[in-house]
């Protein structure tokens, strides 16, 4: 079992720039790939980024890339989303997943941290 819990999220103007943070309990941290996802008011969610277990790959959503950066600190077994030159439409639910049993799938969730970009 993984607990995943988000932090870092709140309310910034377009141009700014805020730092989401992922803390994960349970089995081996290093041991499986992790990802962000956001979901904002009616839409489906979506990919924002993955890192591998020992941060030795990352994939970006084209529509971050370049402006947002995923890493990971095994040693305090937390998840980071450093996003830059934030845009309102980044404004969404953002969570952070774990793809623990499987490589091919994120079955463990956190809960959710808002993410608020104004014009």
């Known amino acids: 079992q993984v607990q995943l819990v988000e932090s870092g999220g709140g309310l910034v103007q377009a141009g700014g720039s805020l730092r989401l943070s992922c803390a994960a309990s349970g089995r081996a941290f290093s041991s499986y790939s992790m990802g962000w996802f956001r979901q904002a008011p009616g839409k489906e969610r979506e990919f924002v980024a993955a890192?591998?277990?020992?941060?030795?790959?990352?994939n970006y959503a084209d529509s971050v890339k370049g402006r947002f950066t995923i890493s990971r600190d095994n040693t305090k077994t937390t998840m980071y989303l450093q996003m830059n030159r934030l845009k309102p439409d980044d404004t969404a639910v953002y969570y952070c997943?774990?793809?623990?049993?499987?490589?091919?799938?994120?079955?463990?969730w956190g809960q959710g941290t808002q993410v608020t970009v104004s014009s």
């Open positions: 890192i591998g277990g020992s941060g030795d790959f990352t």
């Open positions: 997943a774990a793809a623990v049993r499987s490589a091919s799938r994120y079955d463990f």
